[in-house]
């Protein structure tokens, strides 16, 4: 029910904008967020957009460098990423949940999640 898109390879420095596809959910009604695991690492949470307030969520890896934003009648989600890092290299996930607020306490599970899209930072 969501699908990811806007991966790959880029250089220490450069951008990219990853799109999350909502199918059969009315992303108004949803929290959203991106999450990322790195190779041998736990999977972590990033950003998110609570519904209760549309209060905007990010870690301190990211801030400043990410963007997300959501089109609720294009029912996409995405995440512009900036100044990208080798240490970004990760595959990243959408997800989504009916929680009113607290879409930052990442370690509560989402209910719905995208497969995944591999970003590489590397030069």
């Known amino acids: 029910q969501l699908v990811e898109s806007g991966g790959g390879l880029v250089q220490p420095g450069g951008s990219l904008r990853l799109s999350c596809v909502a199918s059969?959910?009315?992303?108004?009604?949803?929290?959203i967020a991106w999450f990322r695991q790195a190779p041998g690492k736990e999977r972590e949470g990033i950003s998110c957009i609570s519904t209760s307030d549309g209060g905007v969520h990010y870690t301190d890896a990211v801030k400043g460098r990410f963007t997300i934003s959501r089109d609720n009648d294009k029912k996409t989600m995405y995440l512009q990423m900036n100044n990208l890092k080798p240490e970004d290299t990760a595959v990243y996930y959408c997800a989504a949940d009916s929680r009113a607020m607290g879409c930052y306490k990442y370690s509560i599970p989402y209910d719905y999640w995208g497969q995944g899209t591999q970003v590489t930072v590397s030069s």
């Open positions: 059969g959910l009315t992303l108004d009604y949803y929290a």
